[in-house]
């Protein structure tokens, strides 16, 4: 099984040069997709990662459209002793994907489709459909470029909740938190001083939604100001009734509460009132029962969000569907793909019925890799990780054979590949069960946060959701504002089941009183939007610096979060601490890479930092390497999931990924499918004599 090549990958280092002619003309007679040449107006384009902190010294980059054209690529940079490595479309944080000689951008391999699952519960084998463009509904995922990021749809995240869009959106204050906790201008304010809490119609905090048949403002702390002008709402298609549209309103009360998130922009935005509405005629259903009603993404970025059906919702006809994918896509793409084709279900009415079905993915914006690196999501603790939910991947080994592992075909492959895929082989096209997500009851809840009560509402949180049933997914975040603005504390439901039940975990989430709520907007949705919550929480932007760090914890005493809160009060401008509960389904599985000891964990933790390319703060990367390493120590058990892994790792906490046991097996599997270590470019910490080694790409030049 092993190739006959003398070459050692490990040390193979990329330099900044293009291929010259004649290899050129070889590689791209080889494919069929197109070859950018390192100097080429395209080269930057598919090699800019989202991690402005990444460089690339490849020679040229590949746009493969099919797994033959991958292993093209893979038997040329064996012929000529260079280094590939790939995009997969996620972020690529670390920088792995642009480290080798060769970049393979995997873009253009996008085909997609659904399947019901046959009378006896089998499915389509990859190796028994038609290759990638001659079936299926293929969606153009174009190219891989940073612009992207800025495009309706796919780059942008403000749709998963347009209250949280409007709360996040920069005002003309412009306040700063003084020792004691009240608020004083700042002195880049120069906007009008603001009115009392009592004048009518100004700066109210605001419940969300504002329908009088929902639970979230009556299970709130109470306002400090609302809104009574609403209408009663109008008649939708077929007689539906539509609640009337969010009263308006400003966040927080002026003389304590000024804008939190006014330092993102430079300059004064004017004073006025932002409507939010949550069920405008356009929008859809997230299930159908035989209302067609138009694609909300079909009207760009500004689509409202859709409400969900109030008439009794149709049952599922299948516990589970499979849904083939390419690995260009990205988990948005998917997402938006099984929703706007939906599956049959039965109707209550006896008409036509159907409802989405979704892939477990993560809660953040990824890749298609995620689906051999862990994945953990809002459908986690019910469905289990991404890898739980893989039935077979089409892979291209590092001898540049084509194989489908699964469990029957390779399964020492398909054991490894489920947490550690990219070391292994390129993954060229997936199927993965969905299951069916009529609707969530979901949202966040978002407090100031403030050193003296923060520990306080995290106690709360953490106490109130142990034991929580695994249709519960659950997180806290803190998010810091620059030195002397406010920070966020921000709490993230989705319950997968009845808005009845969800409301259950809501009273008793917000029922905490240390502090006035500034948004609750937790309600009923469709899973589609639910999905983009954490990345507009995080207001990610592409071309910053970015740094990671993750760990997985047994538990969560009251010293580690008085601890956590006081170094956090500390920490810079783009800094996010999250907590996200574990367990449930996926602690029940076996069979793969990810130890048990990792699956009973009791939350995972992440330290996800961002900052300007032109910031210099040693405190940017130094608070959450302080806050993972030392302050949450004690309490890890191994090393994080596989998918949360940064740059800069070091390659004793990728083993701790794994546990020595899974580890050591993992490291006989690589000797006989890439004994020479092709696939070095991936979160591989050894060489190939088993001594570790740290291998990155390079980091601009200040």
């Given amino acids: ?44 384009e598919y090699t800019t990662m989202f991690n402005g902190n990444v460089t690339t010294a490849a020679k040229a980059v590949v746009l493969p459209m099919d797994a033959k054209d991958v292993s093209s690529i893979i038997t040329f940079c064996l012929k000529h002793s260079m280094s590939p490595s790939v ?74 909740s347009a209250a949280v869009q409007s709360f996040l959106k920069p005002s003309a204050l412009r306040r700063r938190i003084d020792e004691d906790g009240s608020s004083v201008p700042s002195e880049r304010d120069n906007s009008p001083s603001p009115p009392s809490i009592g004048d009518p119609g100004q700066y109210r905090i605001f419940n969300d939604p504002p329908s009088s048949a929902s639970a979230s403002s009556s299970l709130s702390p109470p306002s400090i100001s609302r809104s009574t ?42 004073v006025q009132d932002i409507i939010a509405s949550h069920t405008p005629s356009s929008a859809v259903t997230s299930w159908s029962s035989g209302v067609p009603l138009p694609n909300p993404f079909a009207m760009g970025p500004r689509a409202a969000f859709s409400q969900v059906n109030i008439m009794a919702p149709p049952t599922p006809i299948h516990s589970h569907v499979y849904v083939t994918f390419g690995s260009g896509m990205r988990q948005k793409q998917i997402d938006i793909f099984t929703s706007e084709n939906p599956v049959e279900a039965k109707s209550v009415s006896g008409g036509h019925a159907t409802i989405p079905y979704h892939i477990p993915f993560a809660a953040h914006p990824v890749g298609s890799s995620i689906m051999i690196l862990g994945g953990f999501g809002f459908l986690g603790r019910l469905h289990g990780l991404s890898v739980d939910n893989l039935v077979e991947v089409e892979m291209v080994l590092a001898d540049g054979r084509i194989v489908i592992v699964n469990e029957n075909s390779h399964p020492d492959l398909w054991w490894a590949v489920r947490g550690a895929g990219p070391a292994f082989g390129i993954a060229t096209r997936y199927k993965a069960k969905a299951f069916p997500v009529p609707h969530v009851f979901a949202g966040n809840i978002i407090y100031r946060f403030h050193p003296a009560t923060a520990s306080s509402l995290i106690k709360h949180f953490r106490d109130c959701v142990k034991g929580a049933p695994r249709e519960l997914y659950a997180n806290v975040l803190l998010t810091a504002g620059p030195e002397g603005k406010d920070s966020l504390v921000v709490i993230q439901m989705c319950y997968v089941g009845t808005k009845e039940k969800g409301q259950e975990f809501l009273a008793a989430i917000s029922s905490w009183t240390g502090e006035t709520c500034l948004l609750n907007e937790v309600h009923e949705k469709s899973f589609l939007h639910q999905q983009d919550s954490v990345a507009q929480v995080l207001r990610a ?49 076996e069979g793969a890479c990810i130890p048990k000891t990792q699956r009973q964990a009791l939350f995972t933790i992440a330290a996800l930092h961002q900052w300007e390319m032109g910031v210099d703060d040693p405190r940017c990367i130094a608070s959450a390497e302080e806050w993972i390493a030392n302050t949450l120590g004690p309490h890890q058990t191994g090393g994080p999931l596989p998918s949360f892994l940064g740059r800069h790792e070091a390659p004793s906490r990728i083993m701790a990924c794994y546990g020595e046991e899974n580890f050591e097996r993992l490291k006989e599997i690589k000797k006989r499918y890439d004994p020479h270590n092709m696939f070095a470019n991936s979160l591989w910490p050894v060489d190939t004599d088993g001594e570790p080694f740290l291998r990155e790409p390079g980091t601009p030049e200040p």
């Fill in 1 to 44: 099984m092993a190739n006959d090549a003398p070459f050692d990958f490990t040390d193979r280092k990329a330099v900044n040069a293009a291929l010259e002619p004649h290899l050129h003309a070889e590689l791209a007679n080889a494919v069929k997709g197109p070859v950018y040449l390192r100097g080429s107006p395209q080269f930057p």
């Fill in 87 to 160: 995009k997969a479309g996620g972020f690529g944080v670390a920088g792995w994907a642009v480290g080798g000689d060769i970049v393979i951008d995997l873009s253009r391999i996008a085909d997609t489709d659904i399947e019901v699952p046959a009378a006896d519960g089998s499915y389509t084998g990859l190796a028994d459909m038609c290759p990638p463009g001659s079936k299926g509904k293929q969606v153009n995922s174009g190219k891989r470029r940073r612009e992207d990021e800025e495009t309706p749809v796919l780059g942008r995240y403000h749709m998963a």
């Fill in 229 to 270: 002008s609403a209408s009663t709402g109008t008649a939708g298609p077929s007689g539906i009734h539509n609640p009337p549209p969010a009263p308006s309103f400003f966040h927080g009360a002026p003389t304590s509460d000024g804008d939190p998130f006014g330092y993102i922009t430079s300059g004064p935005a004017p």
């Fill in 541 to 589: 932007k592409a071309g910053r610096q970015w740094f990671i760090r993750s760990a997985l914890i047994t538990s969560l005493p009251d010293d580690v979060v008085h601890d956590t809160v006081l170094q956090f009060a500390n920490t810079p401008i783009g800094c996010t601490w999250l907590f996200e509960l574990t367990g449930g389904r996926i602690a029940d599985i």
